[in-house]
């Protein structure tokens, strides 16, 4: 009986901490297309460290910096400096965890 409760109560730390997952989500850029700065807006679970990546069409990596996140909405800006106009892939990593998407520079 006690190995059955046991085996129970660990499945149920189990599951809800891996319900509780802390993640990275809603990444979005505003404006987009844009043609010299745009904000870099997600929302975190949790505080950590970050990394922006940004890609060009052909796959060179054109831009990496970390960030450090905070709980809720995050905002980074991101300045177009020297890169051309065309399409981009920025995507934000956490360890284990990466969310892309593509922003246009006019």
């Known amino acids: 009986?006690?190995?059955?409760?046991?085996?129970?109560l660990l499945l149920l730390i189990f599951f809800i901490g891996f319900s509780q997952e802390k993640t990275l989500k809603s990444l979005s850029t505003a404006p987009n297309p844009f043609t010299n700065t745009t904000k870099i807006v997600f929302s975190s679970s949790f505080d950590s460290s970050i990394q922006l990546t940004v890609i060009n069409i052909l796959?060179?990596?054109?831009?990496?910096?970390?960030?450090?996140?905070?709980?809720?909405?995050?905002?980074i800006p991101f300045y177009k400096n020297n890169l051309a106009p065309g399409i981009y892939i920025y995507s934000i990593q956490r360890s284990n965890q990466i969310i892309s998407k593509r922003f246009v520079i006019k």
């Open 1 to 8: 009986m006690i190995k059955k409760l046991l085996f129970i």
């Open 59 to 75: 796959g060179t990596t054109v831009f990496k910096k970390t960030y450090k996140t905070k709980v809720g909405k995050n905002s």
